[in-house]
Structures are given as structure tokens and as C-alpha cells.
């Protein structure tokens, strides 16, 4: 089983609509967790920390449910622009982050 | 700050040669990490280095690969000899302090090997 899985998608969703996906990890003991977003052919960059109450940041709320290990990520009133890959990151307590496959994202018009 | 700069960006080599990616830091940051990047597999972590020491290179596919970073400024990834199936996009990414804190990607270099 991998330490972090996700859904690879892809999700096909209406511009204005909400999504969510979430993204399971393994190991209990994980201490930290991040949303990157990747563009098409470009590098990973921080979307978001994933705080254990919960945390907003404009349309994108993160939450984490520590008891049934998993993480989720929800956008609302979506944005062509929000197209992309959704990658789900945790930190194991060693110095690594591991990363998820990513969950692909197309807003269609 | 410039980010994190690796070079080059696309490489195309023939099976058997030796190839070597290069990545400068963001200055200050102590740690480096190599990613490796397919459809298949995902975003793979290759080594890291904390304070120019490797720390962890279970992630290393093979010997043909191996990676060093003789000052806080500079790390190469090599392969030799590189095979087809080595065939991905490497990234190289830093941070200040790994877990807690954002790791900042460089651009990747898209490996072909025919």
C-alpha cells in the first residue's frame, strides 16, 4: 500500500461548481500535511498547509481527519484557472515529505 | 531570489551515456531533495541532503544513479550509463527546514533517454 494515495482522476467539473477530493496517508504518526498544486509541465508549488482544525484560504478549504487518516481539499466556485493537479503531501516525522500521484483537475467552461 | 535553478531543462541522450543534472538551492536553505517524476509512478524522492550530507538515498533506483552536493550552493544527480526507462522529469527542490516549511521546486529537467 502506498503512504499517500489519491484518487488520479481525472475530475471534470463545471466552472462555478465545488469540488472536493480527499487523500488517505498510512502512517498514523504522520505529523504534517501540505496541498501542492502542479500545473501541465511545470514544477509543484505550495497550495496550502493542512492544519488539524481545519484552514481556509479564499476558495479552498483543508481539512484533516486524523482518526480515519485522511485529508481533503475542497474548492468552491471553481475557476478555469483552478485546472491543474492536486497533490497531496504528508510528512512522516522523518525529514521527507512524500507525495501523492496527484489528482487531476480540468474546470470546464 | 532567483529560486531554485536546475539545468539543462531538456536533455535527450542516447542509451549508455553518462548524464548529469545540475541544481543550484535557494540560498539559506539547508535541505535538498531529488524527485523523480513519470506518469506511472508519480513524484518519487530520490535522495536528500541535509547541510551538504546525504541523508537518505533509499530512493535511488539503482547504482547507475548517484548524487553529490560538494557545497551548499550546487548538487548533481548522475546516471551512468542511463537506459530508456530512465526516461522522466527530475526535479530538485529546497528547503529551510524540511516537514514544516514550504519546499520550493526548481523547473525540472525532462530527461529522454533513446
Known amino acids: 500500500r502506498k503512504e499517500v494515495e489519491q484518487d488520479p482522476g481525472p475530475f471534470n467539473v463545471p466552472e462555478g461548481a465545488t469540488v472536493a477530493f480527499n487523500c488517505t496517508y498510512s502512517?498514523?504518526?504522520?505529523?504534517?500535511f501540505f496541498w501542492y498544486r502542479q500545473d501541465c509541465r511545470k514544477e509543484p508549488k505550495l497550495l496550502m498547509s493542512?492544519?488539524?482544525s481545519g484552514n481556509e484560504d479564499g476558495r479552498f478549504t483543508a481539512q484533516l481527519n486524523r482518526a480515519s487518516q485522511y485529508i481533503s481539499l475542497l474548492i468552491r466556485d471553481s475557476k478555469l484557472s483552478d485546472s491543474a493537479t492536486y497533490l497531496c503531501?504528508?510528512?512522516?516525522?522523518?525529514?521527507?515529505?512524500?507525495f501523492g500521484t496527484g489528482t487531476r483537475l480540468t474546470i470546464i467552461p | 531570489d532567483a529560486g531554485v535553478i536546475q539545468s539543462p531543462r531538456h536533455e535527450v541522450t542516447e542509451m549508455g551515456q553518462e548524464v548529469t543534472l545540475r541544481c543550484k538551492p535557494i540560498?539559506?536553505?539547508?535541505?535538498l531533495f531529488w524527485y523523480r517524476q513519470t506518469m506511472m509512478r508519480g513524484l518519487e524522492l530520490l535522495i536528500y541532503?541535509?547541510?551538504?550530507?546525504?541523508?537518505?538515498d533509499s530512493g535511488m533506483p539503482e547504482d547507475r544513479f548517484s548524487a553529490k552536493m560538494p557545497n551548499a550552493s550546487f548538487s548533481t544527480l548522475k546516471i551512468q550509463p542511463s537506459e530508456p526507462r530512465d526516461s522522466a522529469v527530475y526535479f530538485c527542490?529546497?528547503?529551510?527546514?524540511?516537514?514544516?516549511?514550504?519546499?520550493?521546486f526548481g523547473q525540472g529537467t525532462r530527461l529522454t533517454v533513446v
Open positions: 527542490a529546497s528547503s529551510f527546514s524540511t516537514g514544516l516549511t514550504e519546499a520550493f
Open positions: 502512517n498514523s504518526a504522520s505529523q504534517s
Open positions: 493542512v492544519y488539524s
Open positions: 503531501v504528508a510528512h512522516f516525522g522523518n525529514e521527507k515529505l512524500t
Open positions: 540560498s539559506g536553505h539547508d535541505y
Open positions: 541532503f541535509n547541510n551538504n550530507v546525504p541523508i537518505d
